[in-house]
């Protein structure tokens, strides 16, 4: 039986841990977590922001998904969507999910991300 996400892992093409550090460490906030030995070897990183878990992973022949996307859940979605524009992230809003406002951006090797608040009752 399925008990919780443990991960979401997103690809990156080889040489881009710099820059993915700068953005999900500096811009998103979260904190990078050693990986296993074993797999450190295999080159990406992780994160972490509470229950939130993201792993980017080396692709040789990496080509970023059009579609396929981890949605985040945020609070204060207008602060954090400009927080991502004043680091040069696009930004593109989205009000076809009733009950929610939601942005959509991308990490800096192009992996589409989305961001998401409940509405206030």
């Keep these: 039986m399925l008990a919780a996400v443990d991960h979401v892992q997103l690809a990156a093409p080889p040489g881009s841990e710099d820059a993915l550090r700068a953005y999900y460490g500096d811009v998103l906030g979260m904190t990078e977590v050693p990986k296993p030995p074993a797999l450190a070897a295999r080159g990406g990183c992780w ?61 800096p090797v192009g992996n589409r991300l989305e961001f998401l608040e409940p509405d206030r009752p």
Aim: with cysteine; aromatic share 8%; net charge negative.
């Design 47 to 107: 994160f972490e922001a509470g229950a939130v878990r993201l792993h980017l992973g080396v692709e040789e022949d990496f080509r970023p998904a059009k579609k396929a996307h981890p949605g985040l859940r945020v609070t204060g979605i207008d602060a954090f969507a400009a927080r991502l524009a004043a680091h040069g992230a696009p930004v593109t809003w989205d009000d076809a999910l009733p009950g929610h406002r939601r942005c959509y951006s991308e990490d």
